[in-house]
């Protein structure tokens, strides 16, 4: 995917990892920094100074916190658009939240939080501390699990853990980290600790910088309709006045997040084949000056039966 003329123009991917986040500013700087790589490259002259970002799921989060750091961090020309495709854009509260309201047998959303504090107490505290949340007694198999699998591997063994959190983790790590996901209750340690990295991870858009499009699917069971309603209202908050001007949200009804060669998921499915064509135009508008592609459904597409769609909580969709 990407522009017909590759000189006119050059654009940056970003894509979901398979186990393990990167913090927000990493995974902006990262991107950023390829720009800078790429005009190294290339001999000058051959490109046009004019950069666009796509990502998927965790990638949509590395793209969007480029769109925030690319005017005070910088890069080699000029950032015109971002695409994120189903992008995890809520609030990093949750990953708090799913220890106090989740069981082992939600097996992905359980997964998704232990790998969010082993992999930033890794990059925060130190090599060797990811897991001093974690029981003692289950540590190296959970190291085990995490290092050596892919995501949804790690997801079927969650309830090898236990039942709840706290077959799993340390007490007071999952009242106090739990509280400050469910109730805000945020001020207490270690939960003092996690707010902060939970807000460094979903920093502020810049109203100011490249316009942004974003798309969702109706059936994602990551990125839920909620869970992207969230994201998609934080987006505007951001944007303010510049929210029409700089956000374009479509949606999907029928699509699903991605799909997996091993759990026979019909690929066909992912948002990223059903959106890619119309990404694709959209990116091209803005590296090659081309048609503007027609008109996408809107969010409410992934409302339930029509109805109201509304961002899941709890947690709150602050932070």
Same mark, same amino acid.
């Given at each position: 995917?990407?522009?017909?003329? /590759?000189?006119?123009?050059?654009?940056?991917?970003?894509?979901?990892? %398979?186990? =393990?986040?990167?913090?927000?500013?990493?995974?902006?700087?990262?991107?950023?920094?390829?720009? @800078?790589?790429?005009?190294?490259?290339?001999?000058?002259?051959?490109?046009?100074?004019?950069?666009?970002?796509?990502?998927?799921?965790?990638? =949509?989060?590395?793209?969007?916190?480029?769109?925030?750091?690319?005017?005070?961090?910088?890069?080699? =020309? %000029? &950032?015109? =658009?971002?695409?994120?495709?189903?992008?995890?854009?809520? %609030?990093?509260?949750?990953?708090?939240?799913?220890?106090?309201?989740?069981?082992?047998?939600? $097996?992905?959303?359980?997964?998704?939080?232990?790998?969010?504090?082993?992999?930033?107490?890794?990059?925060?505290?130190?090599?060797?501390?990811?897991?001093?949340?974690?029981?003692?007694?289950?540590?190296?198999?959970?190291?085990?699990? &995490?290092?050596?699998?892919?995501?949804?591997?790690?997801?079927?063994?969650?309830?090898?853990? *236990?039942?709840? +959190?706290?077959?799993?983790?340390?007490?007071?790590?999952?009242?106090?980290?739990?509280?400050?996901?469910?109730?805000?209750?945020? +001020?207490?340690? #270690?939960?003092?600790?996690?707010?902060?990295? !939970?807000?460094?991870?979903?920093?502020?858009?810049? #109203?100011?910088?490249? /316009?942004?499009?974003?798309?969702?699917? *109706?059936?994602?069971?990551?990125?839920?309709?909620?869970?992207?309603?969230?994201?998609?209202? $934080?987006?505007?908050?951001?944007?303010?006045?510049?929210?029409? +001007?700089?956000?374009?949200?479509?949606?999907?009804?029928?699509?699903?997040? *991605?799909? !997996?060669?091993? @759990?026979?998921?019909?690929?066909?499915?992912?948002?990223?084949?059903?959106?890619?064509?119309?990404?694709?135009?959209?990116?091209?508008?803005?590296? &090659?000056?081309?048609?503007? #592609?027609?008109?996408?459904?809107?969010?409410?597409? &992934?409302?339930?039966?029509? *109805?109201?769609?509304?961002?899941?909580? /709890?947690?709150?969709?602050?932070?």
């Amino acid at each position: 995917m990407g522009p017909s003329h /590759p000189h006119d123009a050059y654009a940056g991917f970003g894509y979901g990892s %398979t186990t =393990g986040w990167m913090l927000a500013e990493d995974e902006a700087h990262s991107l950023l920094d390829a720009t @800078r790589a790429m005009g190294r490259l290339l001999a000058p002259g051959t490109l046009s100074g004019k950069v666009a970002m796509v990502g998927h799921s965790q990638g =949509g989060h590395a793209v969007l916190a480029a769109q925030s750091m690319a005017r005070s961090y910088g890069l080699e =020309g %000029t &950032l015109v =658009g971002v695409a994120a495709f189903a992008p995890i854009w809520f %609030t990093n509260k949750s990953w708090g939240a799913a220890l106090a309201m989740l069981k082992t047998s939600s $097996k992905s959303e359980f997964a998704y939080a232990t790998e969010y504090f082993y992999t930033h107490a890794e990059l925060y505290d130190g090599a060797g501390k990811g897991l001093d949340m974690i029981l003692p007694d289950k540590r190296e198999q959970m190291r085990t699990v &995490l290092t050596t699998g892919c995501l949804w591997e790690v997801s079927d063994k969650m309830p090898d853990f *236990g039942t709840v +959190a706290a077959d799993v983790y340390d007490k007071t790590f999952v009242e106090k980290v739990g509280l400050c996901g469910v109730a805000n209750a945020c +001020a207490d340690a #270690p939960a003092d600790v996690w707010i902060e990295r !939970f807000r460094a991870d979903r920093p502020a858009i810049d #109203p100011e910088g490249a /316009p942004i499009l974003a798309w969702f699917g *109706g059936q994602d069971g990551t990125v839920s309709p909620g869970f992207a309603k969230c994201g998609i209202d $934080k987006l505007r908050l951001d944007l303010g006045a510049s929210a029409d +001007a700089k956000l374009t949200v479509c949606a999907d009804a029928t699509a699903v997040h *991605g799909g !997996f060669l091993n @759990r026979q998921t019909d690929l066909q499915n992912g948002i990223t084949r059903r959106a890619a064509d119309a990404v694709d135009a959209w990116i091209s508008a803005r590296l &090659l000056g081309t048609a503007e #592609p027609g008109a996408c459904p809107s969010e409410q597409a &992934l409302a339930p039966d029509g *109805g109201t769609l509304e961002c899941r909580t /709890p947690p709150s969709n602050t932070d």
